[in-house]
Structure formats: structure tokens, C-alpha cells
């Protein structure tokens, strides 16, 4: 007996030796994790778009408390005897127990209230939900400090007070709304990442960290988001902290930091020139493909969506429509932008001569309907360059129908409008409309009309596309090529883009008819005239399409172009959405000025005098 009883001993001390060490730490020790500061987000130029700002909380460890609240406890449950001798033992313990908890905490909340002139009260409802769940971790007291709340606190806090002040960070959005839509906002995340941290497989708590929930903060989680470290400590039987295991530590480090391809001063710029109205604005590098401007209006503060979110700020953003990133997610018939993609079409099919006149009258007819002239005018005799000057409807109608549907929606899918660009953001838009005789049998269920192909060869019809798409169009063709690749992030010095594209197919005479044409567009005599910059040749086409929103004819205007024609450095569009039926927006009148401040301050960034066009 005595035999066996040793060899049971030696079997559980040196055998299973491991096996109840195991068991012995599962049942004291617990992890705690600490969220890693995020990385930061800077522009081109090193300016910091986003970054992390000291987060200050008042808060106590409940076990600091224990001996408080046992003698609160104790003295409730003598009241409640004497005033409610009705309860069970069980009840009458319940409310002792959460009041004595209860009581203790506001007191030392009633201090801070005292310091800071607040009334703030302990909400019962999230006591028992940090009791129950995060017992280990600090309660907040008072979470959000200012400087000045934390300078009082710190200065007048009595010396062993039970009151800590806790650090964490926050988001912090320096340029406040601009490039709000691209940057993007957080969002508070318990299930921050344990992979490294010592004591896998021990109960865990974790503060909360932060997560991406659009934009860049998205896109580049996994590089921004800090990494975890965390402690593992004793506990005692009641699930409060002991003391730390020492060996078992990892101090939390930043994430890294992204630097984009926007210049934050031309994006300031952009939005300034919208204004309060509704519309997007983008700027792209013509040889990189790095997009400078990414600008989408009406927008909202970023530093009101940190540290949270709240109900009021967010219902605000909902109503204004605000949420909506418009240059990659608005889809628009782009109106007579689109006439290049026609004159592309027709010139690669051989159906239009670069130089080639057509008979422009104030209207041209089609089986049984008119469709006329922008302007009702008639222009006469007109060529490629000349239609471009003046937008002419009835000389790409009759372009359109010589060429037909399919060669013009191939090019326009060439070019790349029937796809998202990949940016580097969640979201886009997916849902673009390149129309044929195909898509409209399968969708619409009847055939394609000649009337169709008409609408479709001036940018209307059941076209629909992103500002984005037509950046990346305006860059190609600066580029004499089909496909630019796009992206939000800064490229390496001397870095060259593959861009998987190929050239655009026109010979040298076809090029330069559309190149001389889309600078008569700029010209004195232009549509796009108001675009102007002194000093700089601009290739430009304005446009403004025709929709119908809930019952009402509202117009979009548009502006695309890149600059100086002879060596293409930058391309913009601009398309500006109007929301009621007197806005009476146009291609000229409205998106050629916003794009002139741009091209003003690209070329003349040291002028900040305000560029005035001259006729």
C-alpha cells in the first residue's frame, strides 16, 4: 500500500508536474493586452494628415476598493434589514452588494466632479458589465479628459488617492475635413491581435484598440495598427489583480506610418474653389499615375468622429449625404467629355478624318425625333478640332452614327470606364454602365435604336461612370496610352509604373487634331475658357449631362484636363452634382473654374494671389 501510494505521488509530482502547473496558472494568472499606437498618414510633401494625441481617463482598480466597498456593503445591508425586512437573504445581499459598489465609486466621482465642475454620474448598467467582464482592468470614471481637466485633476487630486489617471491615445486629424472621404475614420476594437504576446491560452483582457473602418485607415490596417504587447498577472480568488508575473511582459509598439501621394496644399485648394456645393474634384500625376487631389463634397470633420462616433454627428453626416465619397463612388453620365471617346472610336475605325468637315445645323433627325444643338445654334461646317471647341452635339451625332455602338462602347471599355480603377480604398464604386446592344437586350429587354447610339456618342444615354474613371481617362490620353494605374501612394524617386497599358492607336495627325482641339477649348473663344491660366497651354473639354432625381432634371458639370499639352505633368476633372433644379450648372460656367485654381497653384505655388482668368 505504501508502495503504491509513493509511486501515485511520484506520478503526479514529476509526471504530471507540467500538467498542474498548467492548471494552477489557468486558474491564478490572466493576460492583459495593450493596443500599439497606430501608425501615422502623411502627404507628399511630409505633412501629417493623421496622427495619435494623448487620451486621458480618470479611473480606479476596483480591487483598490475591496475594503471600501465591503464596509459599504456591510452598513446597506444593516439598512436594509431596518427598512425593507421583506427581502430574501439573496436580494437583500444583490443590492447591497451593487449598491455598496455603486456608492463607493460615485464618492470618488463626486471628487473629480467637485475639481471639474461636472455632475457626471456612474451608470449602474456599465459597472455591471465591467464587473462581470473586465474586472481586471480599470473602471472609467470620467474617459476623454481635456489638458486642462487632466492639468486640475493632477494638481488637485489628494496624494494616495485611489484615482488614476490612465493614457491612452486617440486619432487626431490635423487638417480637420479635408480628404476626410480618403483618410478615412477608426472605430473602437476589442479583438486587437494576440499573436506574440506571452501567456496564449491564459483568460484574456484587452483595452480596446482601434480599427479602420474606411478610407486609407482601411486600406493600410494591417501597416498602421500598432502592435499588441501585454502582461500576464497573478489573481487572487476574487479575480482582482495581485501582482504582475515579471517575466511574462511585451511592451506595445507603434504601428508604420503610410505616406500618400496627396499634396494636401492642391487638395486644400480643390475644396476651397467647391465650396459648400456638392461635387468632386481630382488631380492626378500624369507619369506616376499618384493621385494629388482626391476631393468629394459635402464632407465632415474627421476629429468629430474621434475618439467615437456620436449619435447626433453621425445622423448629421447621413442627412447632408456627407458619407458618399462622390469621386469614386457618384456615378454620372459624363456628358460631352465622352465626345473623345467617340472621336477615338471613329478616328481608329476610320469612319471620321482628323480634319475631315462635317454640315452642323441647329439639329439633326433621327427616325422620327429632333435632337438638337446644346446652344440651338447652327455652326455650319465643322471639323474635329472646331466640334471640340464648341462641344457641338450634332457633329458627334452624326460621328456616332457613321461609327456605331460597338466600336465606341469597345473603345470606352479600352480606356477602362467599364471597371473600378483599384484604388487603394474600400468601396468603389462597382456599378458603372458602359451600354451595346447586349447589355441593353439583357437588362432593359428590347432592342438597341439608333436614337440610343445618338445619346451615347455626346455622354447621356445609359452611360455611367466615376469621376475617378475619368481621371485615369484624362491621365491616359495625356499619356498616349489606354490604361493609367492609379495610386495613393507616394512612389520612390525615379520609379517607373507599370502601368498595363497600351498606346492609345491614333496616328500623329489624329493626336494632335484632338490635342489642338481640346486647347481651343481653353482658348478665348472656348467652353472651357474660365479654365485659363496665364503662362500654361491646358487641353481641356468641358461637359454637362442631364439626369433626373427623384422626379427632378438637375445637370452635372464636368471638366476634364491635363497641362501644358506639349510635356503632360497633371490631370484634372472636375464634376459638380447640381441638388436642385436652378442651379443651372454647366462644363464652362461652373467645373472650368474650379479646375483653373487647381491648374493655377500646381504651376504657381508660391502665388497665392487669386488667379483671375482673362477673356
Same mark, same amino acid.
Given at each position: ?367 422620327? %425625333?429632333?435632337?438638337?444643338?446644346? @446652344? *440651338?445654334?447652327? &455652326?455650319? =461646317? /465643322?471639323? !474635329?478640332? %472646331?466640334?471640340?471647341?464648341?462641344? @457641338? *452635339?450634332?457633329? &458627334?451625332? =452624326? /460621328?456616332? !452614327? ?6 465606341? @462602347? ?206
Amino acid at each position: 500500500m505504501f508502495l503504491l501510494l509513493f509511486l501515485g505521488l511520484g506520478w503526479r509530482q514529476l509526471i504530471l508536474h507540467e500538467h498542474y502547473r498548467e492548471q494552477e496558472a489557468f486558474q491564478n494568472q490572466r493576460r492583459v493586452l495593450y493596443p500599439g499606437p497606430r501608425g501615422k498618414i502623411f502627404d507628399r510633401n511630409g505633412n501629417v494628415l493623421v496622427a495619435n494625441r494623448p487620451r486621458f481617463a480618470a479611473v480606479v482598480y476596483l480591487n483598490d476598493l475591496k475594503k471600501e466597498i465591503g464596509q459599504e456593503r456591510k452598513h446597506l445591508s444593516k439598512q436594509l434589514r431596518k427598512t425593507q425586512p421583506d427581502l430574501s437573504y439573496r436580494e437583500r445581499f444583490e443590492e447591497a452588494a451593487w449598491g455598496s459598489r455603486l456608492n463607493v465609486l460615485q464618492a470618488y466621482l463626486d471628487q473629480i466632479n467637485q475639481i471639474l465642475e461636472r455632475d457626471d454620474e456612474v451608470v449602474l448598467k456599465k459597472l455591471k458589465r465591467h464587473y462581470g467582464y473586465r474586472r481586471l482592468m480599470p473602471f472609467p470614471l470620467i474617459n476623454d479628459l481635456t489638458h486642462t481637466e487632466y492639468a486640475h485633476l493632477i494638481e488637485q487630486l489628494p496624494i494616495g488617492s485611489p484615482i488614476q489617471i490612465y493614457t491612452s491615445t486617440a486619432r487626431e486629424y490635423p487638417q480637420g475635413s479635408l480628404a476626410a472621404h480618403t483618410i478615412g475614420y477608426v472605430v473602437s476594437d476589442e479583438s486587437i491581435p494576440e499573436k506574440g504576446v506571452p501567456g496564449e491560452g491564459l483568460k484574456t483582457f484587452s483595452y480596446k484598440g482601434k480599427s479602420g473602418r474606411s478610407g486609407l485607415e482601411k486600406s493600410f490596417e494591417d501597416t498602421l495598427q500598432g502592435h499588441v504587447g501585454g502582461e500576464v498577472w497573478l489573481v487572487d480568488p476574487m479575480q482582482y489583480q495581485h501582482a504582475p508575473v515579471p517575466e511574462k511582459s511585451l511592451l506595445p509598439r507603434p504601428g508604420d506610418d503610410v505616406i500618400t501621394s496627396l499634396d494636401i496644399d492642391l487638395q486644400r485648394v480643390a475644396e476651397n474653389a467647391i465650396g459648400d456645393r456638392t461635387g468632386a474634384a481630382i488631380a492626378v500625376d500624369v507619369n506616376t499615375g499618384e493621385i494629388l487631389v482626391l476631393a468629394s463634397k459635402p464632407d465632415y470633420d474627421l476629429n468629430d468622429l474621434t475618439p467615437f462616433i456620436s449619435n447626433k454627428v453621425w445622423k448629421d453626416i447621413g442627412e447632408r449625404g456627407a458619407f458618399l465619397n462622390r469621386a469614386f463612388q457618384g456615378l454620372y453620365p459624363p456628358g460631352s467629355t465622352f465626345k473623345l471617346i467617340t472621336a477615338i472610336a471613329a478616328m481608329r475605325a476610320d469612319k471620321l478624318g482628323p480634319a475631315e468637315p462635317l454640315t452642323c445645323g441647329s439639329h439633326l433627325r433621327v427616325g422620327n %425625333r429632333l435632337f438638337p444643338e446644346h @446652344s *440651338n445654334a447652327s &455652326f455650319g =461646317q /465643322v471639323n !474635329l478640332p %472646331r466640334a471640340l471647341e464648341v462641344s @457641338s *452635339n450634332v457633329f &458627334f451625332y =452624326q /460621328v456616332g !452614327l457613321r461609327t456605331g455602338i460597338d466600336p465606341i @462602347s469597345a473603345e470606352a471599355r479600352r480606356f477602362g470606364l467599364d471597371e473600378p480603377t483599384d484604388i487603394e480604398l474600400p468601396h468603389e464604386a462597382t456599378r458603372m454602365i458602359v451600354p451595346d446592344r447586349e447589355w441593353k437586350q439583357r437588362v432593359k429587354g428590347f432592342g438597341w435604336t439608333k436614337g440610343d447610339t445618338v445619346n451615347v456618342s455626346i455622354g447621356q444615354g445609359y452611360l455611367l461612370v466615376t469621376p475617378l474613371q475619368m481621371a485615369r481617362f484624362a491621365a491616359s490620353l495625356a499619356r498616349r496610352e489606354t490604361r493609367t494605374k492609379l495610386t495613393l501612394l507616394k512612389q520612390p524617386a525615379g520609379k517607373i509604373i507599370d502601368h498595363e497599358a497600351e498606346p492609345i492607336g491614333l496616328t500623329g495627325a489624329q493626336y494632335y487634331a484632338i490635342l489642338q482641339g481640346m486647347s481651343r477649348v481653353v482658348s478665348l473663344s472656348g467652353t472651357g475658357r474660365w479654365a485659363a491660366v496665364e503662362g500654361v497651354n491646358i487641353a481641356g473639354k468641358t461637359g454637362t449631362a442631364q439626369v433626373r432625381h427623384e422626379g427632378k432634371p438637375l445637370t452635372i458639370a464636368w471638366f476634364l484636363g491635363f497641362a501644358p499639352i506639349d510635356n503632360p505633368k497633371i490631370a484634372v476633372v472636375i464634376a459638380m452634382e447640381g441638388t436642385e433644379e436652378d442651379d443651372n450648372y454647366g462644363g464652362g460656367k461652373t467645373a472650368a473654374p474650379i479646375a483653373q485654381k487647381i491648374f493655377h497653384n500646381y504651376f504657381y505655388p508660391t502665388d497665392n494671389r487669386l488667379a483671375v482668368n482673362s477673356r
